[in-house]
Each structure stands twice: as structure tokens, then as C-alpha cells.
């Protein structure tokens, strides 16, 4: 095997290992608030005293998704920059090209999670798929986009 390819396999490999740490972050968050928060009578309340919170509420897959998601990316992104993709350069640069990424990934996968999710599709499947279709694209995304000049430099 070539270093070059040797090289994109070790990375997939690592891209992959560490995005399943991410997923288990995204998971573990999104059933946390989907099973424990949500039911607390500090977030009934705010639904009942605030229209404009149970407006957002009213599909809670979103903003229970948004939040997870977040967290996830924050983990994601640290741990593949520094270990993954080995760059220390202009990580204020390398953060707004993730940003362009999941300006366009968030915003498209809620909207498609709350139409399934409202149509009764279970909730997990939803964010199980989207998990995966993240996984692929970030990594693409991440190795020819951000982290372009990274490559090879292992």
C-alpha cells in the first residue's frame, strides 16, 4: 500500500474512532434532555408561562437535536484537528470552514429531522441516520476542505 493511501486510512480510521466518541456525546445529551430534562418541572413550566418557548418546543426533536449537536461538534472538532489531521494552523480559520460546514448540515438536517420526526418517525432512528450521513460528510468535508494543507504531514 502507497503512504499516501496508508496515510487516508489511518486518518478515516482516527476521523472515524473519534467521531464515534462525538456520537456517543450526541447521544448520550440528546437522550438526556429528550428523557430526563424535558419531563422536570422547571422546562413545564417554561412551557406553560412562555408561548414564544413552547412555540420552539412544539417539535422538541430541533432544539433537543441543535443542543446536542453542538456539543458534539465542539468535541469533534478538538480532537480531529489536533490528533486526526495533525494542524496547528490557524485553528480560528480551520473553526469558521467547520462553521461553513454545519451552516448548511445543521439547519438542512433539522428541518428534515422535524418533518420525519413529526410524520412519527422515532426520534433515534432520525438522529441515528443523520449521525451517519454527518460522519461521511465531515470527513470529506474535513480532509479536502479543512485540513487540506494537513495532508500527508503525519
Known sequence: MSEKKNTSLIQAIKFFLFSCSAGLIQAGSFTFINEVVIKL??????MAEHPGFAAIMHNKYGPIYLTALTLSVLWNFTFNRKFTFKSASNVPIAMLKVL???AVFTPVSTILGNHFTAGGANEYIVLGLTMA???IT???FDKFVVFRD???KE
Open 138 to 140: 465531515e470527513f470529506l
Open 41 to 46: 418541572a422547571f422546562f413545564q413550566n417554561l
Open 133 to 135: 450521513c454527518n460522519l
Open 150 to 152: 494537513a495532508l500527508g
Open 100 to 102: 461553513g460546514y454545519y
